[in-house]
């Protein structure tokens, strides 16, 4: 559990460092914000699946707003918290089953959810990179060893 928490530490830190860049942008781009918005509407959907009830209705791609996403990383900050509080070793290869957007039924262990949701935010984080080193902007420095350094 000790690397989970510190992998939810980095997600969170990644989060905000993405959110205070794209406040600070003049130029924004409609796209990565709404990258940045899918990174988070996706963690809500996974706590909601982790907490045991329905997630098929919640939205996953929805237009980005930066005041929305700075709602969402704190929402979902305390949420992953909490959980993560909740969480032991042993728990981690339990099943939990949910649906998905799509109406399709699965079982997937609390340890490959918790590690499915930091490795989705990094895959996009580093497409928001990409796009913000399109736009002229310099790309931000989310390296784990950065954070942890």
Known sequence: MKT???MYEHLNWANQRILETLQNVE???????NLFAHILYAEQVWITR???ADS???PIWLEGDIAVCARLIKQNEEKFKTLLSEITNTDL???KSYTNSKGLEFKSSIRDILTHVVLHGQYHRGQINSRLRIDGIEPINLDFITFVR
């Open 50 to 52: 982790l907490e045991g």
């Open 27 to 33: 130029d924004e781009n409609q796209q990565t914000k």
């Open 56 to 58: 098929s209705q919640l």
């Open 4 to 6: 989970i928490h510190k």
């Open 93 to 95: 290869d339990h099943l």
